[in-house]
């Protein structure tokens, strides 16, 4: 079956021509499957990874039914980690960008509380946040959730696995019951099924295909069976054999992911850890440095790498293979995409082998097993950050743009244009990518030259 275009929903014009002004032309399998229901006003469980489209598929739902004239919050969207907030709510404002007077506001820790409470306070269309910085809102009387008609949980099972479901069930318990809800979960286990029982209201099921050699490319998957002390040496030689551009590996546990990006750095494979010990800022900065090719690996437990989007993602490998073999394919799904094809790679040692039995079981398809001398080995190789990201003490607040940056480095500092990476605003910092080879040149101007006529701080991230 051809994708349905986007132009067949009954949406307004105005959410067409955002949708249009974006390029979204034809409709993913899950929004082609779940936007219909959704526009019916019907509750929805929707299993689906990420990637599949799921955010513009409950954005564009929820967007249909906002009241642009009620400057009350009138869609809520719970997500289980700041970095997947973010994305959601960039996203929606996105699709909103061509209705008039829609104000999307994300409410998630590590930001300035009062900011958020005075955002608020000029009226909110849609809240976009996490269910503690939500929670504490409610609690503070701060926002008002009794006018919401439509409720998203975004990676439910994420949030139930974070530890969130008493919160959740406390926020849930603010929202007018005969609202819509819209459960978005990447697996469907027992706690799952147990919630949306308690707070849907006859939902429909969507499901999405799991096969994991999707439309947009191809994931190879290879399984090294080891012994316990081979786990460094055969990560390494995975590096040195296939010199993949980037790669995430997954780790079990926080400690895991610590001691291997040490291993990766001490052999001259540049990675960093994000884990759920990390604070805001540093998980922010790490994942920054990853998304705009400061750092090529990311080491990282599921919860932390929770809503990573990497367009281009050339290598996956488990440390260790997870639990729930439907963890294993959402790990995986990570690469393969936009019509490459994906390298995933999994260690296993003996004791592990019923976790590969499942993982047979659940894709319906043999394991296909290598062993460590099989690869071959480089002891002069290296993989570096192609950029390296200038952090500036200055941001939206200050009203930065990312236009006066890249003015200052091409014209000032007398840059090339190519060596200009990714440029990202925060609230009170930006960051910039250039290429490592004028990174010199580039600290020797912000140190001593200025940013829209004032002198600003800058320093390299590491």
Same mark, same amino acid.
């Given at each position: 079956?051809?994708?349905?275009?986007?132009?067949?929903?009954?949406?307004?014009?105005?959410?067409?021509?955002?949708?249009?002004a974006l390029g979204y032309k034809a409709m993913t399998p899950v929004q082609e499957q779940s936007i219909p229901l959704i526009l019916k006003g019907r509750d929805l469980v929707v299993r689906a990874k990420?990637?599949?489209?799921?955010?513009?598929?409950?954005?564009?739902?929820?967007?249909?039914?906002?009241?642009?004239?009620?400057?009350?919050?009138?869609?809520?969207?719970?997500?289980?980690?700041?970095?997947?907030?973010?994305?959601?709510?960039?996203?929606?404002?996105?699709?909103?960008?061509?209705?008039?007077?829609?104000?999307?506001?994300?409410?998630?820790?590590?930001?300035?509380?009062?900011?958020?409470?005075?955002?608020?306070?000029?009226?909110?269309?849609?809240?976009?946040?996490?269910?503690?910085?939500?929670?504490?809102?409610?609690?503070?009387?701060?926002?008002?959730?009794?006018?919401v008609s439509t409720l998203v949980l975004d990676e439910a099972d994420r949030m139930l696995d974070m530890g969130f479901a008493d919160t959740m069930q406390a926020i849930i318990a603010e929202v007018p019951?005969?609202?819509?809800?819209?459960?978005?979960?990447?697996?469907?286990?027992?706690?799952?099924?147990?919630?949306?029982?308690?707070?849907?209201?006859?939902?429909?099921?969507?499901?999405?295909?799991?096969?994991?050699?999707?439309?947009?490319?191809?994931?190879?998957?290879?399984?090294?069976?080891?012994?316990?002390?081979?786990?460094?040496?055969?990560?390494?030689?995975?590096?040195?054999?296939?010199?993949?551009?980037?790669?995430?590996?997954?780790?079990?546990?926080?400690?895991?992911?610590?001691?291997?990006?040490?291993?990766?750095?001490?052999?001259?494979?540049?990675?960093?850890?994000?884990?759920?010990?990390?604070?805001?800022?540093?998980?922010?900065?790490?994942?920054?440095?990853?998304?705009?090719?400061?750092?090529?690996?990311?080491?990282?437990?599921?919860?932390?790498?929770?809503?990573?989007?990497?367009? &281009? %993602?050339?290598?996956?490998? #488990? /440390? !260790? +293979?997870?639990?729930?073999?439907?963890?294993?394919?959402?790990?995986? @799904? *990570?690469?393969?995409?936009?019509?490459?094809?994906?390298?995933?790679?999994?260690?296993?040692?003996?004791?592990?082998?019923?976790?590969?039995?499942?993982?047979?079981?659940?894709?319906?398809?043999?394991?296909?097993?290598?062993?460590?001398? &099989? %690869?071959?080995?480089?002891? #002069? /190789? !290296? +993989?570096?950050?192609?950029?390296?990201?200038?952090?500036?003490?200055? @941001? *939206?607040?200050?009203?930065?743009?990312?236009?006066?940056?890249?003015?200052?480095?091409?014209?000032?500092?007398?840059?090339?244009?190519?060596?200009?990476?990714?440029?990202?605003?925060?609230?009170?910092?930006?960051?910039?990518?250039?290429?490592?080879?004028?990174?010199?040149?580039?600290?020797?101007?912000?140190?001593?030259?200025?940013?829209?006529?004032?002198?600003?701080?800058?320093?390299?991230?590491?």
């Open positions: 079956m051809s994708p349905s275009a986007f132009s067949k929903l009954n949406i307004s014009p105005a959410q067409l021509k955002s949708l249009e990420t990637g599949s489209g799921k955010t513009a598929t409950f954005g564009i739902g929820l967007l249909n039914k906002i009241n642009p004239r009620f400057f009350g919050a009138q869609a809520l969207v719970l997500c289980p980690t700041r970095e997947l907030a973010d994305q959601v709510g960039a996203e929606i404002r996105r699709l909103a960008s061509q209705m008039p007077n829609i104000k999307v506001v994300m409410l998630c820790g590590g930001k300035p509380f009062g900011a958020q409470r005075d955002s608020l306070q000029h009226g909110a269309h849609v809240v976009v946040g996490t269910p503690g910085r939500i929670h504490d809102h409610l609690t503070k009387g701060t926002l008002q959730i009794d006018q019951k005969n609202r819509q809800t819209l459960l978005f979960s990447a697996t469907y286990p027992d706690n799952i099924q147990k919630i949306s029982r308690s707070i849907q209201a006859n939902p429909a099921m969507v499901q999405v295909d799991d096969d994991v050699a999707h439309e947009e490319g191809v994931i190879e998957q290879l399984f090294f069976e080891i012994k316990k002390h081979e786990r460094y040496p055969t990560l390494l030689a995975l590096f040195e054999h296939y010199r993949p551009k980037n790669a995430a590996v997954f780790c079990n546990t926080k400690k895991q992911c610590a001691e291997v990006a040490d291993f990766l750095n001490e052999h001259d494979i540049e990675a960093k850890a994000l884990h759920g010990d990390m604070d805001q800022r540093e998980r922010d900065q790490v994942l920054l440095q990853f998304a705009n090719g400061s750092c090529p690996v990311l080491v990282a437990t599921d919860v932390a790498a929770r809503g990573l989007d990497i367009k &281009s %993602l050339a290598m996956v490998v #488990n /440390y !260790e +293979l997870p639990r729930d073999p439907e963890i294993y394919v959402h790990r995986i @799904g *990570r690469t393969g995409r936009a019509g490459e094809t994906g390298l995933a790679f999994s260690l296993v040692t003996e004791s592990e082998t019923p976790r590969l039995r499942q993982i047979e079981q659940y894709q319906d398809q043999p394991c296909a097993c290598d062993v460590l001398a &099989s %690869l071959d080995r480089d002891p #002069n /190789y !290296e +993989l570096k950050g192609e950029w390296v990201t200038i952090q500036f003490d200055s @941001g *939206r607040k200050q009203k930065m743009r990312p236009g006066d940056i890249l003015g200052a480095l091409t014209g000032d500092a007398g840059l090339p244009g190519s060596a200009i990476g990714k440029i990202t605003i925060a609230d009170y910092s930006s960051y910039v990518a250039v290429s490592r080879d004028v990174l010199r040149q580039a600290m020797n101007y912000v140190s001593q030259g200025k940013i829209k006529g004032r002198n600003v701080r800058a320093r390299r991230l590491r």
